[in-house]
């Protein structure tokens, strides 16, 4: 099976990189911002991070309970002016993201080293506690007319028993794999995108690869070095995960 | 005129079965632990991000597609497709930038009103039914500042850094 295959049309819709920091001291926003500005030559257009967060009150003996939420900025996203390359700078660490087209590997891991400097330098993290590469992918399978077998373009798919009825309208599959020798996991995720024509059938690949419960210092190389190891498991579990038939569709 | 959303805007809260009400202890950790995993999981990819808050506006503006005349029995009219097609076209470039709506909300002008709510700061753009698109920013120490925005894609991506810069500032 090749397992680093380089595809003209590939399906990666995101490849990025993810390291989560440990701070000596609390981090602020504004200094977030101040990586912002020293990348905004390239990464002009701005956004805030934001999580969502819901309380529920419940009081005793009382027949109603009180529901709120409120938005809280985490962190900042900065993107380039072709919205083609983002990276993010937050409270818990640093992603660079590469969306459509992808270009190759060398090309993800060198700007986000170099993103990962200036953010170094101007954030002053003490550890990486989280190391992770992922690569999500969108196949758009045609949707002949008696219905589609996804074991045409899938190896790793849901199957249901043969004397249950075999139509399916919607998946979630996520499977969260150990990795021993990388002393890591890899959670491989896969759903349906709602139908958005009636000639394809939009499939999410996620494959999701990370080390947690580590202390690197932040200018390791071995932490570059388990991020190549990563890519090419990637590799390995996304060409494992599909068929010549899903090959020819990025070929 | 344009409309200005109450300080929290309309979240819709859907109903889930409550896995704490049926499962152990242990069951519902299990299940807390994988339910922050999977949101880690959304969260931690722009595009799963992006892409799910844009079939969110999808649906939410094809709701709004069906309201009638009177909607808010104060005879104000529906959203018009073109309205709709505005509003849609402009939660698409506010979403590329990172900027997910807070709520998408019919006008009572007739029209789709887009809402943002970020610590203090609000921005609303209104489609009108007219073709008109106003926007607005303002936060509690700023006066609400309001301007048509010009429909050519130039126009619609200066108001997007104004109100990126705005929210994010």
């Given amino acids: 099976m090749p397992a680093d295959r380089h595809y003209p049309h590939a399906p990666i819709t995101e490849a990025l990189i993810d390291l989560r920091v440990r701070y000596s001291d609390s981090i602020s926003l504004e200094r977030l911002k101040e990586f912002g500005a020293g990348i905004r030559d390239l990464y002009p257009h701005s956004g805030t991070r934001d999580v969502v967060e819901a309380e529920f009150q419940a009081e005793a003996g009382a027949r109603s309970t009180r529901a709120s939420s409120s ?9 380039t002016a072709d919205k083609r390359q983002a990276v993010q700078a937050r409270l818990d660490g640093f992603t660079f993201s590469r969306f459509m087209p992808y270009e190759n590997w060398a090309n993800l891991r060198s700007e986000a080293y170099r993103l990962w400097n200036v953010f170094v330098d101007v954030t002053k993290p003490i550890e990486v506690q989280r190391v992770a590469v992922r690569y999500i992918n969108q196949l758009n399978l045609p949707l002949p007319p008696g219905g589609l077998q996804f074991e045409d373009y899938l190896r790793t798919h849901p199957v249901i028993g043969p004397e249950a009825g075999q139509e399916l309208e919607q998946f979630f599959v996520r499977l969260m794999l150990p990795q021993r020798d990388l002393m890591a996991h890899l959670v491989l995720t896969e759903a349906l995108l709602p139908p958005q024509n009636p000639e394809t059938v939009g499939l999410i690949l996620d494959i999701d690869l990370f080390r947690d419960a580590i202390a690197f210092d932040v200018r390791s190389k071995e932490i570059w070095d388990i ?8 590799n390995l579990y996304f060409e494992a995960s599909i068929t010549d038939a899903a090959r020819e569709l990025f070929t | 005129m344009i409309f200005v959303p109450p300080p929290h805007p309309q979240y819709e809260i859907r109903y889930r079965p409550s896995y704490e009400e049926v499962a152990n ?13 999977m949101i880690g999981s959304r969260e931690g990819s722009d595009y799963v991000r992006t892409t799910i808050a844009q079939l969110e506006g999808r649906r939410k ?18 959203p018009t497709a073109e309205a709709i097609r505005i509003a849609g076209d402009f939660i698409n470039h506010l979403i590329a930038v990172g900027l997910i709506p807070d709520a998408i909300l019919p006008s009572a002008e007739g029209g789709v009103a887009v809402c943002f709510v970020r610590e203090g700061k609000n921005a609303d753009v209104e489609c009108l039914n007219s073709g008109e698109v106003l926007a607005v920013r303002y936060s509690r120490n700023e006066r609400p500042h309001a301007w048509a925005v ?13 109100l990126s810069a705005h929210l994010s500032r």
């Fill in chain 2, 61 to 78: 503006l094809k709701q709004l597609s069906e309201l009638r005349a009177n909607w808010d029995s104060f005879g104000s009219e529906g």
């Fill in chain 2, 25 to 37: 202890d242990d069951i519902s950790r299990y299940y807390r632990k994988t339910e922050a995993e």
């Fill in chain 1, 227 to 234: 991020l190549d190891m990563f890519r090419t498991r990637k």
């Fill in chain 2, 150 to 162: 010009e429909q050519s894609p130039a126009g619609t991506e200066a108001t997007v850094q104004i």
């Fill in chain 1, 71 to 79: 938005r809280k900025t985490v962190g900042y996203i900065f993107h």
